[in-house]
Structure formats: structure tokens, C-alpha cells
């Protein structure tokens, strides 16, 4: 492979660092890639040309004077729309914010512009995030690079199939019960939700606080590893941020790299074995033969049990919708997005319910509904109060887990990438999509996932989770995966048709 | 509508349960969750930042200063500190509250079951606490295009956002039983007191007229022996005198609807400062559903013992204490120490005093004639158009010999009318007292040839008599003389 946009992240910094590419040819040969392909995957929902080149350019003065610079300096990212970028179109993939443009970075992006990565534009996404399909997207669905008539999963469609696609070597996502590690799995690119608290929130669009978490999208664990490091650390904007040190991700993808586990345990989880949401068998078999590749490198298998994780997703619908039905109540017209039916005649009230009735998507209406209902007098304790009390003895199931396991692991998602609108008729379908994610959410810890192998020609996931601050196993051992494929997964995905 | 009892009948009849729930405006320096000024009377929306505009993505950080001013409060009110407590969401459509919620407490507040005690008419009330905790203020809306200010009939709406996020505490008591006849003046003492509390400890300048502190009175009326009835919230009651009227009128209001057979509805009332009355605003029983839950966005806080002790520690002279003081320091009985503690004067006098008044003559004019034009003109004592340092200025020239009473109150005329400081006033005027012996002996000359009887009297022994010819000579003097003086030339010429 000679092409620019074929190497990774960390190779294309070295090349920039070592003088063998500049970044304005490394930004250039993206932009272009988008250019030719993005027509067809629509992936972005605003691409940055001149910022990002404007940003390559400083790069590369900074090489010529020989400034010492960042390791992943001039290597270009995407990044989800649901991430506020000063100056550039923010509209988390709604009608509502249609035309916003914030007037402040979240505390990623502002990282990510210290450390000189130029950012490419903004990526598509389920509306707020809300939607494992990227078909709630209120502007246009993104397709799966390896077949466009799938779904590239979601919500983080748009930063998977941008990775899948090599129009950009690295994205941002965000993940509340698996909107980076489902898109991951479905487009053969890794990708990571961090610990909750070891990345800021701050500039990022609430969809359910308490689980909400930016994260790296790439095509191997390193270079998720290399983003990772960019963005982690303590934000004093964000009180839920841990003020503890950054677990070392890149050393752990290193030394996974190498190919030894032994030592490691590993913990199967019984229960996501069981039970009519099993996964389809085609998955089970690319996982099976993952485990196996993991036992040669020297991990030891064991199985676990999680009793509380048969209960993860209704427990999720009913917190992170409760959460969402409150987070959305800004948008109202008064202050910025859209407001509609203002004609001079109408009331307050009516103009915040006409521009809700006309802003949010079918699919956040329904959430918004749900958490109202959630939390209404009379319900809360039934619903929300019980929620809470079941996510607390989630958490006990991961912290036994973890006094016998260094990681758990099971497959990212029950299925395969499926094709448009098979979903979309029945939303306990498409929440199914997240059934081994979203119990990672409820407990705060990290998970990746890792593209391991595929089913009926489509990629398949493997995921890792950790305990709190235990990221770093995650990506060891994602790492370790990546090192019995001769090729990476993600790089055997077939050219896009009409291409 | 059924005519209004008399307070009299009403408190015959019923016996009144307050409720008093009081917001304060914290002084600190930046906002509740973010660090955007909280400075009085800045040009609208300019004050604001993403957090407190709740632009998508922003998030709130607790103000430690505030946290620290709540829990003061809380120890001045004898409340119990939390060991582990939270912010929670209240969910309600306003557009002046950015988030369209209000970020407050629910059911951990910062502080809990504490008491007040209040002295009324010489009996001690026991205000119970039941909580007091931080929230944050909202913006201001101003309804342009109406007659009336209000939302109805207005044509555009403005919103200032400076207002939204400064943090506010809120101090609810216990319901209030066994206050009888006295309800209207424990409601006052009560407001009062925790006022003088928070001005004690520094952390709120709570000026009731620029809202820093606002009141809303709960009352409801039950017969003796039966349960406490349904009560109203009469909401934004905002000044001392206003929150005595609020509890006058409801009283008065529902005892004629209860006398009638007609049931109270729990309901938000408004007092109308112009009238003393009260009207129906929202009913409680359409209310919102706020759909409290714990706020996602921050941290639990648990103030350890050490600080809360160290906080302890550090409280001021709290008002009761001050009061001890001060009422030896003057030499005030109980009874005339209540009468300046009621009458709001306590600051007042201390200043004047501390202007060089001697402290007789400072209570003399503030419970005396400055009380009296306070009450003539509906306004607060304090907001009377004249200060401390010119009542001692006042009293220093009636000690001087240069104004009598009568004068004085002449002063006072002219100063409240905004025309200068006593001096300038009583020089503006002409009204100094006649000092010239010679001119008032020739006017005590002719009062003697005039009352040729009263003469004989004061001659005869009769010094009481000698108040004619004072009151004949101080009518020839135009009051200017000073009635000492006159009295003894009288004697002199007249034994």
C-alpha cells in the first residue's frame, strides 16, 4: 500500500514529524478521499477544507523550525457533530440547531487544536445521538463502506464510515450505550468509550449525562490509543471529571501489539450467552474464534457471571431517556436553533411547542416522551427510582467481576450491519443493537471495541471492557487481537462501488 | 365576592397557620455554575456566558463561595449541616430559565430542621426551619407592548439572562400554628430577623426593594380543635410592611369565604402593593409536575465536619446577641428595646448614635417622629429621606439649645422635602431658637401685662401657672424661643 490515506494515524505522524510527508499533503490527500467518496457514504455533514489545511500549514512551519510537536501533530480527525467546534456548524445531526454555530470549543476540541490535528468537519450521526443506525439522522443517512445498502451503525455512523472509508485516519465519537463501539464493530474500525469522567464533557451535547462519553474512532487500537491520550485528563469544567491520572492507553496498545497475554484474564459473561437476544450465529462464530486467538496468545478464559445484565437495557430506557427529556428542554426556540411559527400572533408557548413539534426527529420525540413519563409524579419511583437501584447493582456485577478478571469480553453487538429500514419499524429491534454495550454505560468503565473477525462477508466485533480507570487493559488486549490478523480487518474492506 | 371580615372577627373565629418561604440573593462575586459576574445593573445580557445561557454542551461547576454562604446560614438558623447532599433538576417551561430547568435541591438539602426565635409583643415565638437550600436565580422577562407589565396583552417579550444563574437560598419553615392575633406581626419579625441574620453574616445584601430577598407568605385558617385548612402562597410579598399586609388580608379574605361556606383553593396568590390585597395566580392543583431527579451534571457534595465546624467557628455576632448588647449600651427596658426591634430601628439608631447622638435622643426620634411620618406616608423607616448622621445632627443642635421640639420637627419638614442637612434647613428657614435674653424679656414683660391674674397666681406661689405666659411668649416668638429659658426669666421676674 503506497497511498497516504492506507497508513495510520501513528505512522502518518511520524512521516510529518520525520519530514517524509507534510501535513498539508497527509490533510490534502483526506480532503481529496472525501471528495471522491463522501458523494456516496455522506458520512460528513460539514467538511472544513480551509480550517484543516490552515491548521496542516502551521504544522508543517512548526516542523521546518523544528519545534517539538505532539504525537499525533498534523495527522487530520473528524469529528461527530454532537461535539461543539467554535465556528463550525453544530447541530448534533437535529433540525433544532440547523445553521448554530457555537461560540466556544468543548474541551476536547480545544485539545485536539493544541495538539495540532487538523479537523476535517463534523460527522453524521442518529439525531442527539439517539439511534444505532445513523438513519435518525435528520439531514441524510450514511452508508456502511463494505456494503451501502447496510446501516453503518450508530449513533456514530458518520465517524465509523469516515474511518472505514479512509477519509480520515481518526475520529471523535460519543457513547452513551454504544454509539462508538456498535458503528465500530458493524464498519471493521476500532473504537473506544473510555472510562465516564476520564474525558471531558464539556462541549458535549448532552443526550444522558451520566453516561455520555467521547471517545476515539480509528482503524487500530494504537492509533485510538494516540487520540485517546490527546483528549483524556481532568477538566475542571466538568465536575463529573476524574481528577486522577490518565491510564496509559498508548503503552498498553503497545505492549499489546506484541502479541503476549499471558497472565491475562479474561471473563466470559453467561448470561449474554443465554436467552432469545442471543447473538445471530455468524457473529458467535467470528467471536468463538477470537477467544481462541486470544487463549493462543497467552489469555486465560474464564466465565463470569453478571445476573443484573439480563436487566441493562430496559434499566437504559428509562435513565437515559429521564436524563434526555430534561437535556433537551433548551432547545425552544428562545435563544438560538430554530424557532418556528413566530408570525407575531402566537404564544410563547405555542412557538417553543411548534419549534419542538418541528426540530426534533421521530426517534427523540420518542426518548423525550419516555424520560417525561420516567420521571412524572406518581412514576418516578417505579421507573426512574427503580432504574436507579437496578444500574447500582450492575455496577456490583462488573466490581465481582473484576476481583476475578482483568477485562470481560464479549461480542460488540448481537448482529451484523443490517440493511436500511430493517429496523426502523420496531424501536426494541434497533435498541437491541446495544445489548452487550450498554451495561459498560451503566457502569462507568471502559470498553473498546475491535474488529475480530467476519459474518456473511460483513465485519464483526469483538468488545473488551475493563474496570473504572482500566482502560488500559482494553486496548492491550485489543491490541493483542490485532496482532494474530496478518492484515487489519479494517483494511480489507472492499472499495466503495462507483468509486 | 363575599365581603371581607374585620382581622378582629377573623382571629375570633379562626386561628391562622403561617408558612414563610424566603429567597436571598447571595453576594458572591460570579454566579451559581459559572463564573460570569453577578454585579447589580449591568446592561441586559451581558453578563452571560454558554453555561448560563445553556448554549448545547455547557456544563455547570458548584461555586464553592456559595456553598460556603449556605451552610453559614444554616448554622446562624440552628440547622443540621448534611453530610452528603445534592443538586436535582426541577423540569418547567419559562423562558427566562435557559435550561428550561432550574438546577435546586430536592430531597437532600444542604440544610436541615433548624429555628428561629422571634419576640412579639413581649412573647418569644419559635419559627421551626425545615430546610434551607441553594438554587439558582432565573433570568428577568419584560413584557413589552401591554398596559399592564404583565404577559397578557403584551406584544414582545424581552429576556436578560444576567439575573439567570446567581445563586438564591431558600429558607422554608415549618408550618406556624398558636400565633393568634399576632400572625401578621410574627410573619414580619420572622422576615426581619432572618434578614438581619444574613446582613450579619455578610453573605447577601438583602434588600428587599432590588428583590436580594424575596418573600412568599403561606397561610391557611382552621377553627380551634380542627385541622389546619387549605392554604394559599401568596407569592413575592416584598417588603416588611407588605408581608404583614399579605397575612392581614388573607386572613381577612379567607375567614369571609370559610364564614360563607366556600372552600379555599390551594392556589399562588399576587399581593398588589398599592391595594394590601391579594389575587388568584396560578392554581396549585393544575400545577406542573417538575419531575425532580438528581442533577446528572454535578457532583455530590459532602462538606466534612472539619470545615463545617471551621465555618462554625467563624460566625459573626449574630442580631439576638447584638441586641443584648446594644439594649445595655443604651439603657433601654425590654419593652422600649422590642418597640426599636419592631419598629426596624435597631440599625438606625446605631448609626445615629454612632453619628454623636446620645443614644435617649436617637431612639426619641426614630420611634417618635420619624415613626409616625413613616407610617403617615405607608413607607419603611428606613426608607425615609433622611439619614442617621443629620438625625444626629438634629439632636445635637437641640442639645446645643439651638432648636427646641417644636423647631426640630420644623427641621425635619424641610429635610425629608429634600431641602439640606438640619443646618441648612433650620438656617434656610429662620428656625433657630431666640437666644437674644433681651428680646425675650420684653416679650415675657408684655405676657405679664397682658395676664395680670396669672401673674398674681405664679407671684402667689403657683409655679405651675407659669405654662400660660410660656405659651403666650412662645406664640409672640413664633415657637423660636426655648420654654426653659422663658420659664425661668418668668420666675426670676415673678418670686
Redesign the interface.
Known sequence: MSRIIDKTAAELAADIREGRLTSVEVTTAFLDRIAAVDGTVKAFLHVDRDGALATAAEVDAAVAAGEELGPLAGVPVAIKDV??TKGLP?T?ASKI?EG?I???D?TIVERIKAAKLPILGKTNMDEFAMGSSTEYSAYFKTLNPWDTGRIPGGSGGGSAAAVAAKMAPLAIGTDTGGSIRQPGAVTGTFGAKPTYGGNS??????F???LDTPGPVSRNALDGALLHEVISGHD?????SIDAPVPPVVEAARLGATGDLSGVKLGVVKEFKEGADAAEPGVIAAYEAGIEQLVELGAEIVEVSCPSFTYALPTYYLIAP??A??NL??Y?G???GLRAGDD?KKS??EV?SLTREAGFGPEVKRRIILG?YA???GY?DAF?GKAQKVRTLIKQDFERAFEQVDALISPTTPFIAFEFGARTGDPYQMYLADLYTIPTNMYGGPGVSVPVGLSEGMPVGLQVMGPVLGDDITYRVAAALESTQDVLLADTAPEIEGI | MTKLNTFEQAVATYEPVLGLETHIELDTATKMFCGCSTAFGAEPNTQVC?VC??????????NRAAVEATIKIGLALNCTIASWTRFA?K?Y?Y?DM????QTSQYEEPLCENGYVEVVVEGEVHRVEIERVHLEEDTGKTLHVGGTTGR?HGA?E?L?DYNRAGIPLVEIVTKPVPGTGALAPEVARAYTAELRDIVRSLGVSDVRMEQGSLRCDVNLSLNRPGEEWGTRTETKNVNSLRSVERAVRYEVRRQSALLDAGERIFQETRHFHEATGETSPGRSKEEAT?Y???PE????VMEPSREWVEELRASLPELPRKRRERLQAAWSLGDKEMQSVVNADAVDLIEATVAAGSSPAGAVKWWLGELSRRANESGEELTALAITPAQVAELQGMVDDGRLNDKLARQVIDGVLAGEGSPAEVAAARGLEVVSDTGALEAAVEEAIAANPAVADKIRGGTHAAAGVLIGAVMKATKGQADAATVRQIILDKLS
Open positions: 461535539v461543539v453544530t448534533a440547531l448554530w457555537p461560540p466556544y468543548a464533557r464539556y462541549g458535549l451535547i448532552a444522558s449525562s451520566s475542571p469544567r466538568d465536575s463529573t429521564s436524563e427529556s430534561s428542554a433548551r425552544d428562545v435563544r438560538y407575531g410563547l408557548e417553543m417525561t420521571l412524572s409524579a418516578v426512574y | 454558554p445561557l445553556a448554549l448545547p454542551g455547557a456544563l455547570p461547576v458548584a433538576r423540569n417551561f423562558p435557559p435550561k428550561n430547568f404577559i406584544t417579550s429576556v409536575d419531575r425532580y431527579f446528572p451534571d454535578l457532583a
